[in-house]
């Protein structure tokens, strides 16, 4: 999708997006913002959307946010300071393929059910890496296609309906493994119905 049909389809889910996506969601997010906590440090959270996964950051943490669609983004600061999230140093309106952030400034990235969403995602891997510490980690929640199966089939005939969904049902978890900078460490799907995966990749030292 461009980022027109990106801004268009975010700007009519935002207002309904924590209790339809966000609700399905739920599962992976938790399992992703575990493991940054256990981490510590510098966090960037890519597409943070309505800022769902904020108030579960600890606050031992420094969370910076970016999304391109200014409706989610306004949701998320009312989150913010409803809830007074110190962890949240900024949240910033962004292109994903063209951070406008420094090299190796984060020790973990998130990417939680964005990556099928964005344009040009081998792009937006290129930004996430060059923004990672070496040693860092990126931390991706994500549906990725099937490779045989009914459900395969059902993802190739949703294809074409992406702009309308406003994600691609076909997205391949090869997308995200284009570069030789990020290795894979954790791989796994999410419970109860394997409809998500969770995954880390690390950056090399």
């Not at 284009?178 to 394997?194: F, I, N, S, Y």
Request: net charge positive; glycine share 8%; proline share 6%.
């Amino acid at each position: 999708m461009e980022l027109a049909q990106v801004r268009r389809s975010y700007a009519m889910w935002a207002p309904v997006y924590d209790a339809t996506f966000g609700s399905l969601t739920t599962r992976g997010r938790r399992m992703a913002v575990a493991h940054v906590n256990a981490r510590g440090g510098s966090v960037l959270e890519v597409g943070v959307g309505t800022g769902l996964s904020l108030a579960s950051y600890g606050r031992h943490l420094d969370v910076t946010g970016i999304d391109y669609s200014h409706e989610m983004l306004a949701k998320a600061r009312e989150k913010v300071a409803a809830q007074g999230l110190t962890q949240v140093s900024a949240l910033r309106q962004m292109d994903a393929r063209a951070l406008d952030l420094p090299d190796a400034r984060f020790d973990t990235v998130t990417a939680l059910h964005v990556l099928s969403v964005v344009p040009e995602p081998q792009r937006v891997m290129a930004e996430v890496a060059r923004v990672l510490k070496p040693g860092g980690e990126v931390v991706i929640v994500n549906h990725f296609a099937r490779e045989s199966g009914p459900m395969a089939m059902v993802e190739r005939l949703a294809a074409p309906l992406a702009g309308r969904l406003g994600w691609h049902p076909d997205f391949r978890r090869e997308q995200v493994l284009t570069g030789p900078e990020l290795v894979p460490v954790v791989e796994k799907r999410v419970p109860p119905l394997g409809l998500m995966s969770f995954m880390v990749l690390r950056k090399r030292a």
